[in-house]
Each structure stands twice: as C-alpha cells, then as structure tokens.
C-alpha cells in the first residue's frame, strides 16, 4: 500500500488547529498568503460558491508550494438578511455585527476541500443556522471586554465553543461546522484517500 501523503492545513486557525488535533489526525499546518478580500470583489454567485472559492484558493496557495501534500483548505461565511460578514476590523465593529445580529437568525456557510498538485480533488459545504437572543448594551459591553482578544477572528465576532455561547437561544446544525470546518466529512475524506485508517 502506498504512503499516505503528508496532510497539511491552509490556515492558522486555532479553532481548525484543535478541531484536527482532536480527532487525532497528524498535519502541519501553514498559512496561505490569500488576498481574500480581492477574491470576494465582483463575486456574483451564492455564498456556498463563494466560501468554495475561498476555501480552494487557499489550499491550492499552500499546494503550489508543497505538491506532493495533501492540502486542506477552508473557509466560513456569515450570512444575515443576504449580506456577508466579514471578520470585524475592530471592536466597534464587533459590537455593530452583534448589535445587527441581535433578535435574529443567521447562517454559517462553511466549506472544506482537498488539494493535491494544486488540484481540487475533494470540496464540501455545510450550513447551519444559528439563532441569536436579544441581549441588553451592558451585557454586550461585559462579553467584548470578555472576548475582546479572540472575537476578531471570527465571524460574527463570537466564539460559540467559549462565552459566545450565551449569545444564542438555538443552533441548527453540526457543532464542527458551526466552529469552521465540517470535521466529520472532512474524515470520511481523508479515510477514503487512506490518509487515516479505515
């Protein structure tokens, strides 16, 4: 049987980092140098494209440089009212999205895929929705001085594995896609490339 290619993670992510380290699957992991906001410019399709693209873009950043790898990429999208939100620059920012998100429903659209060469030989998507509470101006102040160190890099500036739980009253979906990668295709994948045992 052949060896199974190295595995490595287009991204820092510290919430993918864990997701992966978790299930106890061996990758490295290496950011992807990609100018998501030029890739976003003019894009006309649907948000599931979209965080397709992104997610691609990325590994296939990371595969130009190691081919022999096998490459995951991902990306997450916040979608309310048929905008996307980005992450927030700043805290101001964070407080407007959560203040916006605020009494509503809003979907997370997460994708995965797989490169190896700088081709796409494996992409998925997954969607929950999330419905966020009413929630008074002091305790949104007490919960960005709370997360202010973590909620910038994330969409939707909260963190549902940590405080920002109690910003919700219902969460439709996977647990793993909500927190940015849909862990249990993404295994079924890597079993199927042989990469973790069957």
């Known amino acids: 049987m052949p060896e199974a290619p190295r595995l490595i993670l287009a991204s820092l992510s510290a919430s993918r980092k864990a997701m992966l380290a978790g299930a106890a699957v061996p990758f490295e992991a290496t950011p992807s140098q990609v100018d998501e906001a030029a890739l976003k410019v003019g ?24 081919p022999d790898a096998l490459v995951i990429g991902g990306d997450q999208l ?22 916006t998100l605020s009494g509503q429903t809003h979907e997370l659209v997460t994708a995965v895929c797989l490169v190896q060469g700088g081709a796409p030989v494996w992409t998925h998507v997954e ?15 007490a919960y960005l ?13 909260y963190r549902l594995e940590g405080p920002g739980a109690q910003l919700f009253t219902r969460v439709e979906g996977d647990y793993f896609t909500v927190l940015g990668l849909p862990l249990l295709a993404l295994l079924g994948a890597l079993r199927e490339r ?5």
């Open 78 to 99: 916040l979608v309310c009212g048929g905008k996307i939100y980005d992450k927030p620059r700043d805290l101001p920012e964070a407080a407007t999205h959560l203040r």
């Open 43 to 66: 894009f006309s399709g649907p948000p599931a494209a979209l965080a397709s693209t992104l997610a691609l873009a990325k590994a296939q950043a990371v595969s130009s440089q190691q």
């Open 127 to 141: 969607s929950a929705h999330l419905s966020m509470r009413r929630f008074s101006e002091d305790f949104l102040q």
């Open 194 to 198: 042989g990469v973790l045992a069957a």
């Open 145 to 157: 001085a709370a997360e202010a160190g973590e909620i910038l890099h994330c969409v939707g500036a």
